[in-house]
């Protein structure tokens, strides 16, 4: 059979989806791309904002019209919180939440046998061990591969309902993420991301969830290396010329104090991103966020004191309830303050079972969205602030893509500039895909910087 994949959302869901694609090759099924006409149609769901939810729904519907005797099956995050929403929308055959993707390819068998729609979700109290996948042979493309970690979130900030979608916290088991990474190392892979639900949050399940360096810090000061830190540590002895990137690191798990643990391995990029979600002090207290704004620039203060173009990309939302022009303002001082390498902006969006759904003070759409429009214009002067601040440094990009013309190639930093350099004359891109090259940074441009190989 033709089997065609549709994933929304982040990379947890694309590093499943290359799960899922591996098991259902396995079993001698072609992979297909989505335009086409495919016999199973698989979409990997995603319900961080309502206009996720409605993209579910959309991209259903316009499979059924594309083939309309196709099987529809859809998992993850919307069909685990509303699976009764998501068996009613017409077209659908088969319901799986964010547990048992891999027994996605015995379900579609199982419905061509009885043609008997099938929901398979479990209950929240039931997401509570970690489903290890397997082994992915690389999410993204043929330099950069994403390994989950973690599963799981037990932070509950008050707008976000993937705690519910996910779960209780469970990490993988060191020795598959290590195993994992010697295998995408020699491969080829030059960049081992790692990533999970709260990334952060991984191997806190062995001490109770408790959050290192913050909420717990006298209890835990004498139990060693925690944390995501044994992760890292793990994977910088491993051979090879490669790099290392946290997807995440969240400032309501780990503190400045904690970050500092982290500067001493030498294939750790330097770049993280930092969710900050707003710059005001009252809408973090209401978003259950433990930290001020104070400890979130400390955190910022340690990395750009290790190194002064330490890269912070961030997400911010805005139009929180009750959020007021003045907390704005401080969302907006900070992204000028923390000279953010990309700021993600966010428009506040009404999830289920969340307790800022029941808030009152709710802002008004076009009010949220003059606020968005206003934060991504400073926010991508700020980003080109921070590039202006590496001309004439010299960067280690790792080539990745070659333009259209075959004249440019890309990359990114270490810190997380996406860097453009001509390809010489007479060269071969084969001769730099893939690989590590020194580039004097020149020019900074829209979505980064130009630079000379040296």
Known sequence: MKIAFHTLGCKVNQYETEAMIRDFRAKGHEIVDEKDMADVYVVNTCTVTAMADKKSRQFVRKMKKQNPDSVVVVAGCYSQVRPDDVAAVEGVDIVTGTASKCEIPSYVDKFMEDGIKQVHVKGFEELDSYEDMGFVSGAENRTRAYIKIQEGCNRFCSYCVI????????????????????????????????TGINTALYGLDEVGGKVPARDYAGELDGIGMYGIEKAIAAL?????????????????????????RLMKYDKLCHHVHLSAQSGSDSVLEAMNRPYDLQQYMEIVRVLREFDP?????????????????????????????????????????????????????????????ERSDRLQTLAKACAKDFAAGNLGQVARVLI???????????????????????LPSGASFADFENTFVDVRLSEVVADGMKGEII
């Open 400 to 422: 990745e893509e070659l333009d259209a013309d075959g004249q440019v190639m890309n990359g990114y930093s270490d810190n997380y500039i996406k860097v453009y350099v001509n």
């Open 163 to 194: 705690p519910y979608a996910r779960g209780k916290i469970r990490s993988r088991d060191l020795s598959q993420i290590v195993e994992e990474a010697r295998q995408l190392i020699a491969s080829g892979y030059k960049e081992i991301v790692l």
């Open 236 to 260: 910088n002895e491993l051979d090879g010329d490669f790099r290392i990137r946290l997807s995440s690191l969240e400032p309501a798990v780990v503190s400045a104090e904690y970050v500092k």
């Open 309 to 369: 173009l330490y890269g912070i990309s961030t997400d911010i939302i805005v139009g929180f309830p009750g959020e007021k022009e003045a907390d704005f303002l401080d969302s907006c001082a900070l992204v000028e303050k923390a000279q953010f390498v990309r700021t993600h902006v966010f428009k506040y969006s009404k999830r289920p079972f969340t307790k800022a759904a029941q808030m009152g003070g709710h802002v008004a759409p076009q009010i949220k969205n």
